[in-house]
């Protein structure tokens, strides 16, 4: 069964930063690709940010220059780095991942369970 567990979210003021981290039970190469979604209240889960087994990377609009993803493949780990908070940031932040390309979001294998990013202004 392969887990994702998340971590590294908290509370902080606008402007700072934050890491997630998102560890997977296996090695991460094994997946497609890896992805970072947040979800606020009210609101649709969105993209922030992927990256695929080859590298490269995308990101969304709204986090592009503020947000990095970056990737541990010795602590099969992918990271969220996030600079510039705003307090639009503000959401539960996911990891997700899949072995198949273009496969629906509903329809994806695996996903963590979210932490929690709050940012004061």
């Known amino acids: 069964q392969v887990q994702l567990v998340e971590s590294g979210g908290g509370l902080v003021q606008s402007g700072g930063s934050l890491r997630l981290s998102c560890a997977a039970s296996e090695n991460i190469f094994n997946f497609n690709f890896m992805e970072w979604y947040r979800q606020a209240p009210g609101k649709e889960r969105e993209l922030v940010a992927r990256i695929n087994v080859g590298g490269k990377i995308n990101y969304a609009d709204f986090v592009k220059g503020r947000f990095t993803i970056s990737r541990d493949g010795a602590k099969n780990t992918v990271y969220l780095h996030m600079n510039s908070l705003k307090s639009e940031d503000t959401a539960v932040y996911y990891c997700?991942?899949?072995?198949?390309?273009?496969?629906?979001?509903?329809?994806?294998?695996?996903w963590g369970q979210g932490t929690q990013v709050t940012v004061s202004s």
């Open positions: 997700a991942a899949d072995r198949d390309l273009g496969v629906p979001i509903s329809e994806y294998a695996y």
